[in-house]
């Protein structure tokens, strides 16, 4: 029975948004964390990716690419473009448990960018 409880225990706390830095810090071993590049002052693409849990856990992905680009705008003022959502399965289904990472990527442009949202496509589609 306590194997039961360590395992739900550790289903429910894994399946959050994780701030591990897949560039400086690796792979993660629960499959989360994010990536992060500058196209230009004020515009960034970023990927997060959840860690698994057994359910598609598109709120924490969202909540995740937005703390990201909040960090790198210095503020919440931004706009996201081009942003796509989505899952995978991390491992084989064991039974009825999935292990689910969803994902999240996009274009983060900060208003101090003084971009409009035609001005920054034209910029993110000529990298």
Not at 20 to 40: E, K, P
Not at 71 to 89: H, I, P, Q, V
Request: aromatic share 8%.
């Amino acid at each position: 029975m306590r194997a039961i409880q360590v395992v739900l225990s550790a289903v429910l706390l894994s399946g959050c948004a994780s701030s591990h830095n897949l560039a400086t810090d690796g792979n993660n071993v629960l499959g989360g964390g994010f990536l992060q590049s500058r196209i230009r002052d004020g515009i960034f693409q970023i990927s997060v990716k959840t860690n698994w849990a057994p359910w598609v856990n598109t709120l924490s992905a969202r909540s995740s690419w937005r703390d990201r680009a909040k960090e790198l705008c210095g503020s919440d003022k931004f706009r996201e473009l081009e942003n796509t959502e989505g899952s995978y399965d991390q491992l084989p289904p064991f039974g009825p448990l999935r292990y689910i990472v969803t994902t999240r990527d996009g274009f983060a442009v900060c208003d101090s960018a003084n971009l409009s949202d035609d001005q920054a496509l034209t910029l993110i589609r000529k990298r």
